[in-house]
Structures are given as C-alpha cells and as structure tokens.
T-cell receptor, first 113, second 112 residues
Framework: DAGVTQSPTHLIKTRGQQVTLRCSPKSGHDTVSWYQQALGQGPQFIFQYYEEEERQRGNFPDRFSGHQFPNYSSELNVNALLLGDSALYLC????????????FGAGTRLSVL | QKEVEQDPGPLSVPEGAIVSLNCTYSNSAFQYFMWYRQYSRKGPELLMY????GNKEDGRFTAQVDKSSKYISLFIRDSQPSDSATYLC????????????FGKGTKLTVNP
C-alpha cells in the first residue's frame, strides 16, 4: 500500500521564481492538506483540498495557491519566491470521514537563494 | 499565547529509560490529539491519536489527554536508540476546521 508520495524531494530556486510541488495521497484518501515546516519549528497549515476545492486556508499570502485533480492528487504553487519561503513543504492526506487523522509524505525541501 | 506549547528540549536519556513528552494547549475546542515522530530530514510519522480525553496504549507508547488541564503526554517505555527523533504533538477540532495545529517538537536522543 503506497503511502503519501511527494515530488520532487529537493528544489533550489532563486528569489522571484515560481515553483510547483506535487503530492499523491495515500490509497483510499480523498483529502489533501499542505503544511510548511521551517527549520526547528512545527509544521504550519497552508490549505486543504477536498472535492477539487480549497476548503480551508491558513495564514499564508495569495502567492501560495493549489489545485486538486480528479484522482485526488494535488499541487502546491508558490509565486514570487522569497528567501523566507525556504522550508520543508509537507503534504498530508486523509479520508473524507476522518479528515483530522492525517498521514504525511516525506516532504519537498525548497531552498530559495 | 500560542495555541500549542511544547518544550523543544533537547532531551537526552539512557537506553531503557522511561521518557515523558508533554504539550499544553489553550483552545478548549480541540478534540483530536496526535503524536508524530519525525526523523531528521523526513516527514512526520503518525504514532498515535486520541479522540477527546483518556489514555491510549500501543506497545511501548502511551498517550494521555487531560482536557481539564489542557495537557497531553506521550510516554515511551524501555526507550531504544531507534526512538531518537523529534516528537511533535498536534491537535485539531472536530468538524469545520480539521487543520492540525502543531507544537514546535521535542528533540529526543536515546543513548546506548
């Protein structure tokens, strides 16, 4: 049973560029949440997607956007990258009935130079 | 005041010790309480979750929730070097907003 998979594992970008991160949920899950984890901190909620719509959003600017596809996979897009966007970006999946119980992928480490 | 407070440690114990990890929270609406283990440069791995109050045991791990004190704990018995990791507590409300609110994590080292 494949768990949550994320790609790529590591990205290096420069300020002002745009980046797209991808996530495939655990088999049987239909809800995807994205989190940002800065070094030495706990993950911070960015947004959650269910039925191809953004259901909730954390305290992140509009530069952060996302999408969910009919197969439940998801993308996180970040525009106009800032140095402060350097972090581990985590995708978590859950099922429609127990969205609180979330399983995480290994993350994408983004470095902005 | 942050919604979830967790002592970042670091915590260093000898192999075989009993480890106690704790979090406090301020939002009384939290109903789900999770513990995740995160190895260096990896994603968080769900260890245990508890709904509402009470205790839950899984092998060497025991999770406790005291909603009256807004305090949760994770106990690790007979700790092993492989338990060395950062432990994150996370909480969420039921219905409406299922976002997880995390503590900063406690870095644990178990010395052989």
């Amino acid at each position: 049973d494949a768990g949550v998979t994320q790609s790529p594992t590591h990205l290096i970008k420069t300020r002002g560029q745009q980046v797209t991160l991808r996530c495939s949920p655990k088999s049987g899950h239909d809800t995807v949440s994205w989190y940002q984890q800065a070094l030495g901190q706990g993950p911070q909620f960015i947004f959650q997607y269910y039925e191809e719509e953004e259901r909730q959003r954390g305290n992140f600017p509009d530069r952060f956007s996302g999408h969910q596809f009919p197969n439940y996979s998801s993308e996180l897009n970040v525009n106009a990258l800032l140095l402060g966007d350097s972090a581990l970006y985590l995708c978590a999946s859950s099922s429609g009935t127990t969205k609180n119980i979330q399983y995480f992928g290994a993350g994408t480490r983004l470095s902005v130079l | 005041q942050k919604e979830v407070e967790q002592d970042p440690g670091p915590l260093s114990v000898p192999e075989g010790a009993i480890v106690s990890l704790n979090c406090t929270y301020s939002n009384s609406a939290f109903q789900y309480f999770m513990w995740y283990r995160q190895y260096s440069r990896k994603g968080p791995e769900l260890l245990m979750y508890t709904y509402s109050s009470g205790n839950k045991e899984d092998g060497r791990f025991t999770a406790q929730v005291d909603k009256s004190s807004k305090y949760i704990s994770l106990f690790i018995r007979d700790s092993q070097p492989s338990d060395s990791a950062t432990y994150l507590c996370a909480m969420s409300v039921q219905g409406g907003s299922e976002k997880l609110v995390f503590g900063k994590g406690t870095k644990l080292t178990v010395n052989p």
